[in-house]
């Protein structure tokens, strides 16, 4: 039998723990696949794709549903917040194959191709809208936790505390699971749509007709738009997805698999999140003015009125479990993006932290890190909040092109490159979200500079 | 079987033999593969032009937004 907790020597090279462990996890899916049972191949190949989707309808997110719901009804927003799903299930769909081909993360992948300088940058990029966005999260959890009497340092130690716990397992599969198990949560979105009683015909009649349109300051509909966007494609989103995929061992092999589990993920997050848009409608309908509520305990109890306590209770734990998965998919994506782009250190969730310290490090210090700022007297929390999907937006288009460059590239991919089909949508939407957050940066710009800023 | 290999606790994969474990990685998934870096990709020129074009365009929309938080923030 084999020992797992020292490198060995096999073909000129080490067999290491890390081998080891993702050796367990892929003798477990062939064998679902030799014994012929789809159903265990798929379960077992589940996970990086559903993650990613559903920790994007993390705490910002969810609150830009719920802001665009309060503020425009369902009108416009429902099949908009569906379209943007099945442009984020197109990207994602890319970054799989890549890691599933190249079994290395999209950091690694920039850094080796592109050379150190484009890696850094990518990184950069990550790392601060990472930051800023786990700030959200954290925001987002104590939103929840406000609702519920907790204290705002509490909130931020649980939020900080569950990433610890999370890395202590050693083991990817443990953590992803864990992660998974926290994620279906925020299907607890769909129980307050249905408690705050839509019309059937309205919900309709916005998706076959996406009217009625939003009225009001040009400003706010892009930023909104923007913000959605930036709800459903961002920047970490790829790094995590092939980088989890690579740790999880996929391969060319379980490419349908993956693509499976990507479809999956993108559904449950669609219905999450057009569920927020609906459960904040009736704020809209009462023509109550949310956007400068967002802080305290904000949705919830504004909507605590309309909907019902047991409602307004859900909406508060779904915004603690969105921000909590978000947490520890955001600070995972950070951990991969740096380890990957410092070279030659360990950046897998199958080693302990002694093995990956800096990945480790990365991990729960970027997390201690928004903590902390969340903490601080006189921060902007409501502004940051707000703009934070809107910068995701903004820095998006520089790793679409990564990503598109590195999907076509025949050396790394062979046979998996990209489609025209792929090409197609991933350039139209490379174009679409470059132009949502330009058209926002510049109207808001010369708002603001002409003194008539919103 | 190596002298090495004894039964141990905790990373013990039961049920499974070395060779089994090791087949089921692909060779370029193990460690040591994974850790020979790619070589660089040769760029044209119209795709480094572009990649430029595209980080400047992105520094002067950032620009913009911050520079709108900003003002935001001091009404």
Redesign the interface.
Known sequence: ??????P?S??G????????????D??R??NARRSGSRGMVTWLLLGPGVLAMLGENDGPSMLSYAFSGATYGIGFFLPFIAVTFAAAYVVQEMSMRLGAV???GYGE?IF????PF?GW?SAGDLFFTNLITLITEVIAIRIGMAFFGISAPIAVACAVGLVVLSACGSRYSRWERLAMGLALFNLVFLVVAVLARPSPQALGNALLTWTPLPRGSVSVFLLVLASNIGATVTPWMLFFQQSAS?DK?L?PQDIPQGRLDTLIGTVLAAVAGCAALVAAAPLFAHHINMSQNLSGTGFPQALQPLIGRPAAILFALGLIEAGAVAMLTISASTAYAVSEVA??VGHSFNQSIREAPLFHFANIGVAAMAGAIVLIPGT?LL?IAL?AN??AT??M??AL?FLL?LAN?R??MGSNVNSWVTNFFGILITTLV?AA??A???V??LE?FQGK?H | M?Q?????A?????G???S???E????????????K?????R?SRP?RI??WA??I??LI??V??I???T???T?
């Open positions: 039998m084999l020992k797992c907790d020292s060995r096999i073909a090279g080490d067999f290491t723990h890390e081998d080891c462990d993702r050796s367990l892929r003798t899916v062939f190249t079994h290395r992948l080796q191709r592109f050379g484009w940058v690579a061992g391969t070279g030659g902007p502004a703009n809107l910068l903004v820095l288009p520089p092109v460059i590239d050396e790394i470059t957050g330009s926002y940066a510049i808001a710009f603001t800023g | 190596d090495t290999m004894q039964p141990e905790k990373f013990q994969p039961e499974h033999h070395e089994q474990l090791i089921s990685l692909e060779p370029d998934q193990l460690v040591a593969a994974v850790a870096p790619l070589p660089r990709l760029l795709i572009a990649l595209i980080r365009f992105v929309i950032s913009l937004v520079y709108t938080f003002v935001q923030l009404k």
